[in-house]
Structure formats: C-alpha cells, structure tokens
C-alpha cells in the first residue's frame, strides 16, 4: 500500500533552469496539494488540484510556477528560470475526494537547490 | 487569515518526561487539526487528527486534546524517548481545503 511519492528526492538546478516535480498520490486519492517548506519556515500552501482540474492556486507565484494533474500519470509542478529564492522541500499531499475532511498524507518532498 | 503558533520553538527533556507541545490558532472556525512530526531531511508522518467535533484522541503514548473555542490543542507524549527527537507540526484545517501549519516544534530528548 504505497503512499504519496514524490521524485526526484533532491533536484540541483542552476539559476534559470526549470525545474520539474512529481508527484503520485496514494491509491484511491484523487486530490493533490502543493505545499512548500522554505529554510526555517513553516509549510505554506501553493495549489490544489483534482484530476484535470486547477482548484485553487492562489498560493502559488504568479510568474514562473505551474502545476498540472492529468487524468493520467503523476502531478507535475513545474518551475520555470529558477531563482536561488526557490530553494526550498516542496511537498505533495494527496486526499481521497471531494467532501472529504480527513487526514492529508504527505509524501517525503523534493528537495529543490538552485545554483 | 488564519494563523498557527507554536509554543516553545525547540524543547530539550531528558529521557522519561513527558512532553507537552502547544499550539494556537486564531481562527475557531475549523474542519480538524492534525498533528505531524517531520524528521531532517524528511517527510510529514501524520501523528493524530482530530474533528472539530472533538476534545481529543490517543495513539500509544500520545494525546492530543482540542479547545476549538479557545483556539488551543495540546500534544501530550508520555515517558519520551530518544527516538521521539524530531519537529512536531501542527496544522490546522478551515473551512475550505487548505492547511495552515505553525512553525513547528523541534523536540530533542536526551538519553
């Protein structure tokens, strides 16, 4: 019974590169969060998303980021001409569906380092 | 907007004592609060969550309690142990989807 998994684990990228992450929710769930986790900071919202669908993506930069979940295959968040202030663990959380007000299982994040 | 604070920061106990890990919120208007614990350089393992309908809920060795009105939970781990060394997280949930989690507290127990 797999959990949230998330690759690559650790992403090295120089500054503007892109940068992609993915992430493959628990079986059965059908809703992923974006959340990142900047250096001696708290775990702040970005996006969540539904197959095929952007829910609410207020928490996510305006320029640059994007995030995708297609109705097959994995959640992509993807950075575009990263900057050093990107570094940080992003983590994936996935839920069953909608209505839903349970636990949120978390995977074990991507460790992001720009150059 | 909701806020999530954490009280104290880092917590260093010998071996045996109990740990008490507090956490406020400003907003009583909740779904439920979860408990994480996050290791270096590693994920979230989630610990307890409890409804907004409830006082508290118990796994093994720790208790979670839960004051809606006040804004207040508190995370109890009895006769700590070594490998109870990480941060601990609390989050809460809203009235929508999203978790607002504190800053953590980082808990070092020594042998």
């Known amino acids: 019974n797999a959990g949230v998994m998330q690759n690559p684990r650790h992403l090295v990228r120089r500054r503007g590169q892109e940068a992609r992450l993915r992430c493959s929710p628990m079986k059965g769930h059908s809703h992923v969060y974006w959340y990142r986790q900047l250096p001696e900071e708290g775990l702040k919202f970005m996006v969540y998303?539904?197959?095929?669908?952007?829910?609410?993506e207020s928490g996510m930069p305006k320029e640059r980021f994007s995030a995708e979940f297609p109705k097959e295959g994995p959640s992509i968040l993807r950075i575009q001409q990263v900057v050093r202030g990107d570094s940080a663990a992003y983590f994936c959380?996935?839920?069953?569906?909608?209505?839903?007000?349970?636990?949120?299982?978390f995977g074990e994040g991507s460790r992001l380092t720009v150059l | 907007k909701q806020e999530v604070t954490q009280i104290p920061a880092a917590l260093s106990v010998p071996e045996g004592e109990n740990l008490v890990l507090n956490c406020s919120f400003t907003d009583s208007a909740i779904y439920n609060l979860q408990w994480f614990r996050q290791d270096p350089g590693k994920g979230l393992t989630s610990l307890l969550l409890i409804q907004s309908s409830q006082r508290e809920q118990t796994s093994g060795r720790l208790n979670a309690s839960l004051d809606k009105s006040s804004g207040r939970s508190t995370l109890y781990i009895a006769a700590s142990q070594p490998g109870d060394s990480a941060t601990y997280l609390c989050a809460v949930r809203t009235n929508d989807y999203k978790l607002s989690f504190g800053a953590g507290t980082t808990v070092t127990v020594r042998a």
């Open positions: 998303l539904q197959k095929e669908n952007i829910i609410d």
């Open positions: 959380a996935s839920s069953p569906g909608s209505g839903d007000i349970g636990e949120l299982f």
